[in-house]
């Protein structure tokens, strides 16, 4: 465990009311400090990727390709999108009127929020706070972030260069767990973003409403992948490998489990079973692409799933708790109430329904939560549009995996339980700007409004 100092709950207040004043006195509006800032955030990723690579080994395992395409690439890319684009993005926007207001300007002016807070996870724990917080730096907030404890390496990391890149009158972490996070959400901001689980959410959301403060709340789910089968099996089985794998399954859009058209389940499975040799060797415990546990509670809560499944484990299974290792593992012929169907196993274990027709599972996907991410591999364009047409979800991608979350121009984001809102790009800006209605008029031509003052008559309103 990492000397992850938390921050004394004396410290809070002060921090809190520094960032309101910083606010107040409207050091972040101007763009061309943004834009610093922003810069600031890049060279942050950028000079110390190594010092990165080392925390994420350590909360993770993670290799650092994982880490580049699934944290440290899309924060920069993050960073250099906003930075070009960020004088497109304030600029006002007139909207069109009828023909007695057409000398009134009216606009929309994109402006900051005030003070947000920004609470990370812990299986991408640079990415989900840096990412929102190029949103918020961009709309001219100040910014607090609560990195999660659980991922204590990089959140360590990530206090000690904070105030070497950013304006730390402006932008701060405060570091904890339960405790802290409850007594930052006694003070009022003016958006909360939340990257967690759902159950968390609930308590985010109440203190949140205590205060009128709007939230976005990235959650997660059972996110489904259909496998029909008129599709190439052995490149979906290869996407979907890695799709599912990616920092040992611990990524909330990951395929959660699979709804597989019964007659080619068992050729889906060797095929997995070669790509999983391909990715990892034979053991994957032995491979350093392969990523581990964060922890003890998770592996137990894993490894408790699936010692109770009544499924078939086809590929996989072994754990050994001294490494936080769980090999890759597939578990056939499960049935809806097992273990492993119960809540998002966000770990390395994949089930998998065999169903005689894809509606069965359609029918299943909609007796549940809208999952964040849906997936469907086929080679019918109508039948994945079908899928896409009967059930509801954050997002979808015919024919891959995780690919969604690269795609800046895209808005990610759940729907219902996996999440209120959404961000990346310019939804990020979004997110943490109000847009405030504007109208400017002259004052001039006030005898034009004589007809809306009183006194009224049915003349003036034409009867
Ligand atoms: P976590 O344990 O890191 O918790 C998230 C944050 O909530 C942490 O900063 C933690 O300190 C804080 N927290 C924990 N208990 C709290 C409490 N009682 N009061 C206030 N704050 C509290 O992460 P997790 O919840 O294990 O994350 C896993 C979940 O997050 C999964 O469901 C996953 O799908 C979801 N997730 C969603 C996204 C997304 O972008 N939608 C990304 C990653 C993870």
């Known amino acids: 465990m990492a000397d992850l100092a938390y921050t004394p709950l004396s410290d809070i207040p002060q921090i809190v009311q520094e960032l309101r004043d910083s606010f107040n006195a409207g050091l972040t509006k101007p763009l061309s400090y943004r834009k610093e800032q922003l810069k600031g955030l890049h060279n942050l990723i950028d000079e110390n990727e190594s010092l990165i690579r080392e925390a994420s080994f350590l909360d993770l395992h993670k290799h650092p390709q994982e880490l580049v395409m699934g944290e440290t690439g899309i924060g920069k890319q993050e960073c250099v999108d906003a930075i070009k684009n960020l004088d497109k993005w304030a600029e006002p926007t007139y909207v069109k009127t009828g023909l007695i207001n057409k000398m009134d300007e009216p606009h929309v002016r994109k402006e900051p929020l005030g003070m947000v807070l920004i609470i990370g996870a812990w299986n991408y724990p640079l990415n989900l706070l840096l990412a929102p917080a190029v949103g918020a730096i961009a709309a001219g907030n100040t910014v607090l ?188 012929n499960v049935q809806p109430g097992d273990s492993l169907m119960d809540a998002e196993i966000f770990g390395p274990i994949l089930p998998i329904m065999v169903v005689n027709s894809l509606k069965e599972g359609v029918d299943y996907v ?38 969604q979350f690269g795609i800046s121009s895209l808005p990610f984001g759940g729907t219902g339980p996996s999440g209120i809102g959404n961000y990346h790009g310019q939804r990020s800006f979004d997110t943490f700007s109000h847009e405030r209605s504007t109208i400017v008029k002259s004052l001039g031509m006030e005898r034009l409004n004589t007809i809306r003052y009183p006194p009224y008559s049915d003349k003036k309103i034409g009867w």
Not at 180 to 193: P, S
Not at 366 to 379: R, V, W
Not at 386 to 394: A, E, K, P
Request: net charge neutral; aromatic share 8%.
């Open 145 to 332: 972030m609560k990195p999660s404890e659980v991922a204590p390496h990089t959140a360590a990391l990530l206090t000690k260069l904070l105030p070497k890149y950013l304006d730390h009158r402006s932008y701060r972490i405060i570091n904890g767990a339960v405790e802290e996070t409850t007594a930052i959400l006694e003070h009022k901001f003016d958006h909360i973003f939340y990257t967690g689980s759902g159950n968390i959410g609930r308590i985010i959301m109440g203190a949140a409403a205590k205060q009128l403060t709007p939230v976005t709340l990235e959650l997660g789910g059972k996110s489904p992948a259909f496998v029909s089968k008129d599709v190439e099996i052995d490149v979906a089985a290869r996407r979907l490998t890695w799709g599912k794998f990616f920092n040992c399954g611990q990524t909330c859009i990951a395929p959660d489990y699979l709804i597989v058209e019964r007659g080619i389940e068992e050729e889906f499975i060797k095929c997995m079973k070669a790509h999983l040799e391909e990715f990892y060797g034979a053991i994957a415990q032995d491979s350093r692409s392969y990523g581990r546990i964060v922890n003890r509670n998770h592996f137990h809560r894993l490894k408790k799933i699936l010692d109770n499944t009544k499924g078939d484990i086809v590929i996989g299974g072994d754990t050994k708790e001294d490494d936080l290792y769980i090999a890759p593992t597939v578990v056939l």
């Open 366 to 403: 909609n007796k549940g939560d809208q999952p964040l991410a849906l997936y469907i591999f086929s080679n019918n364009r109508q039948v994945a549009d079908s899928i896409l047409d009967n059930t509801r979800s954050g997002g979808a991608v015919i024919n891959d995996a995780l690919v």
